[in-house]
């Protein structure tokens, strides 16, 4: 059964950094297009990035966190992580990662993905 396994999160200052992960277990992370999606309370999920199959290189970043956030994937570690650089109170959220089993292309809608994470908070104070 292949598993996917969220990880870090947690209280920052504004201009400090973080890094969430999403692990693939039981199968190979580069086989899967990763979306990364936040919730704010109060707000609708927006997709933040998204990475494609069989790529290293991110296909969508939301435009407020351009510059600062970084998608990567790295096979060894079968895991894709979220970079997210110099945070500011409004990238407070419960940050979620979402795969599909498909071909190079990846998808800012929610919906497009076959596994949607539980979540993990990411709360950054002023």
């Known amino acids: 059964q292949v598993q996917f396994v969220e990880s870090g999160g947690g209280l920052v200052h504004s201009g400090e950094s973080l890094r969430i992960s999403c692990e693939v277990r039981?199968?190979?992370?580069?086989?899967?297009?990763v979306g990364w999606f936040r919730q704010a309370p109060g707000k609708e999920r927006e997709a933040v990035s998204c990475?494609?199959?069989?790529?290293?290189?991110?296909?969508y970043y939301l435009d407020s966190v351009k510059g600062r956030f970084t998608a990567s994937r790295d096979a060894m570690k079968n895991t894709v992580f979220l970079q997210m650089n110099n945070l500011k109170p409004d990238d407070t959220a419960v940050y979620y990662c979402?795969?599909?089993?498909?071909?190079?292309?990846?998808?800012?809608?929610?919906?497009?993905?076959?596994?949607r994470g539980q979540g993990t908070q990411v709360t950054v104070s002023s």
């Open positions: 990475i494609g199959s069989g790529t290293t290189s991110p296909i």
């Open positions: 039981g199968s190979t992370v580069a086989d899967y297009s």
């Open positions: 979402a795969t599909k089993r498909v071909r190079g292309v990846c998808s800012g809608s929610w919906r497009w993905y076959s596994y």
